[in-house]
């Protein structure tokens, strides 16, 4: 059996040495690069089980070496990427998360964490290749009228049905190992991502991308709901305004009754409550018990929260796939 190759792009000799010997005890090929420049070179002829790239290094760093794979070698999207760094802020954990990066490890280097990080990663990705032999649930998705992205427990892309790819490379996102944009879109993306993915994750949250005309709605997963790979998923629709679901749709989409749909569509028309039980002819009292239910099978926890989850799901009459 061929050992895993793992590419290491480290600008200091002594730790990329270190790094290869401690890679090469443990059963693993090892590729060294001093720079990004013979990183590509080896990248031309070799491809990589893992990728290993210090940030802070001479001509293309580390962050711009990510950006360039992403942009011209796409068959490396689901090659694991891992950041070695002397700076641990959060704001640097950040960046690299927006430019692509699976994981950090900082200096000085624990190799026995070393070890387990390249361990665990070659195991994830054993297992995503290994997909295919059971798709049904992921061939439904791509039959869907929304834009559907599952996403692990790192944040990883494990599918992206055609529609959200299409939406995503309208906006300017690139869906690859990870979903990754720049700016302020970026940041907003990558906190909703970390807050679906969390201990705490929320059940579902939502966000506009005003500069990319993009509506996100993220929903945390029940176990195995999807896929054993995914823990949470992203909803995609174009930022277009378009009316919210019919009541009937809505009621199929969350198993509500009637009067549930009603009130749900009324409040996503940006009804108030007391407005609400006016056009209804019913009390205060009872719009707000509908509510609750609205929001136990919803998944949401605030108003806020129902509104952008039903704005972000597009008509399928107005969806071209």
Do not use: W
């Amino acid at each position: 059996m061929t050992a895993p190759l793992i590419l290491c792009v480290e600008d200091e000799p002594s730790l990329r040495d270190d790094i290869a010997f401690e890679l090469h005890e443990a059963g693993y090929a090892v590729a060294a690069a001093a720079d990004a420049r013979e990183a590509l070179a080896i990248l031309e002829s070799r491809r990589p089980d893992l990728i290993l790239c210090d940030i802070l290094m001479p001509g293309m760093d580390g962050r711009g070496f990510i950006s360039h794979l992403r942009k011209t070698h796409p068959d490396l999207d689901d090659v694991p990427f891992v950041f070695l760094t002397a700076l641990s802020s959060r704001q640097q954990m950040i960046d690299g998360r927006i430019a692509g990066a699976d994981d950090y490890l900082t200096k000085p280097i624990d190799y026995d964490l070393l070890r387990a990080t390249v361990e665990s990663r070659l195991k994830r990705m054993q297992r995503l290749r290994a997909m295919p032999g059971d798709r049904s649930g992921l061939t439904a998705l791509d039959r869907l009228a929304i834009g559907v992205v599952l996403l692990d427990a790192n944040g990883g892309v494990v599918h992206a049905n055609p529609l959200a790819r299409r939406l995503s490379d309208e906006a300017g996102i690139v869906l690859g190992g990870r979903i990754t944009t720049g700016g302020e879109d970026g940041r907003k993306l990558t906190a909703l991502i970390a807050a679906l993915i969390s201990d705490e994750g929320m059940a579902t949250a939502g966000l506009r991308l005003d500069r990319r005309q993009l509506v996100v709605a993220g929903m945390s997963l029940p176990a195995r709901a999807h896929h054993d790979e995914a823990v949470a998923m992203l909803i995609l629709s174009g930022g277009d305004g378009q009316p919210p679901l019919d009541n009937t749709t809505l009621g199929q989409l969350f198993d509500l009754t009637p009067m549930e749909a009603q009130v749900a569509h009324l409040l996503a028309e940006g009804l108030r409550r007391s407005q609400i039980a006016d056009r209804l002819t019913i009390s205060g009292t009872t719009v707000a018990f509908h509510l609750r239910n609205i929001f136990a099978k919803t998944g949401v926890q605030r108003q806020a929260e129902l509104v952008a989850l039903i704005l972000s799901v597009p008509l399928a009459q107005h969806c071209e796939m």
